[in-house]
């Protein structure tokens, strides 16, 4: 059996304003097998990114357990941080930097010898348009090119575990399939993928696992071929999602 790559255990938070709280997540408890390709699912407002913030311990849960490839998740501490990819909602990325600094500051960072780094930048961003504005500031990048950076810099330092909100966003066709071709074969060098995105078209041919949030609460945790099961006329993930939600 494979050994888990990450462990969510009863991890809750709520959001209070003065205009009242939002349950973001409530006892949100799965598993992700170490290799699985798994994608999160949910409609707007889910709970998605807040539990993406919170596995990039830029968000502390009002309750809960988290294990991060063997590693308790603890408020503050980054035990696993090189061996963790994100890409978040909020992209910070330095807008004064060209491309290919903030490149090679993370590189340095994750600690690559800059032979080493040169060569990965050189390979990652080969296929993407990016690769055309390496030298020039990021302030001046599309949104496209923007989300392009910044989903190569979840991949730079070959994590383990790689977490990404809704990567497609903003990409061009061109872009997205060479994205979906390195995710691919990072998986096939062991690396454990967790995206969320409303692309299901993308989830499906990406993905293998699935979890589907809803009002803050995990409604499906599983390979997707048992939630497509639920619904055997779907004849697509996305078929299946929609009169899963119809379904209520
Ligand atoms: N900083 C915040 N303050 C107050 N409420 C928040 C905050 N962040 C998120 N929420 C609320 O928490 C809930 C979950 O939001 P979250 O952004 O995690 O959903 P999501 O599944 O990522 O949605 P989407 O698909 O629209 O990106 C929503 O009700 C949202 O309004």
Not at 5 to 19: H, M
Not at 31 to 54: D, F, M, Y
Not at 123 to 136: C, H, K, M, N, Y
Not at 206 to 226: E, K, M, Q, S
Request: glycine share 8%.
């Amino acid at each position: 059996m494979n050994a888990t790559a990450l462990d969510v255990y009863r991890c809750s938070k709520r959001f209070r304003s003065r205009k009242g709280t939002a349950q973001a997540l409530q006892d949100v408890t799965f598993q992700v097998p170490e290799g699985a390709r798994c994608g999160l699912l949910g409609p707007n407002g889910a709970g998605k990114s807040t539990l993406i913030r919170i596995l990039a311990n830029l968000l502390r849960p009002d309750a809960g357990q988290i294990t991060v490839l063997g590693h308790p998740l603890r408020w503050g501490r980054h035990a696993y941080k090189r061996q963790v990819g994100f890409m978040l909602e909020d992209l910070a990325l330095m807008e004064r930097l060209t491309g290919r600094e903030q490149l090679e500051l993370a590189a340095q960072l994750y600690g690559l010898p800059p032979d080493q780094a040169a060569a990965r930048i050189e390979s990652l961003t080969r296929p993407f348009e990016v690769a055309t504005a390496l030298d020039r500031w990021i302030e001046t990048y599309s949104n496209g090119m923007r989300r392009q950076l910044a989903f190569l810099l979840a991949l730079l330092h070959r994590p383990r575990l790689i977490v990404l909100d809704e990567p497609f966003e903003a990409m061009d066709a061109q872009a997205i399939e060479a994205a979906i071709d390195l995710l691919h074969a990072h998986n096939r060098e062991g690396a454990t993928l967790l995206i969320s995105s409303h692309r299901l078209d993308k989830l499906e041919r990406l993905c293998d696992y699935l979890v589907v949030l809803h009002r803050g609460r995990v409604r499906f945790a599983g390979p997707i071929a048992d939630f497509c099961n639920h619904l055997p006329e779907a004849d697509t993930l996305e078929a299946a999602y929609l009169g899963w939600l119809r379904a209520g």
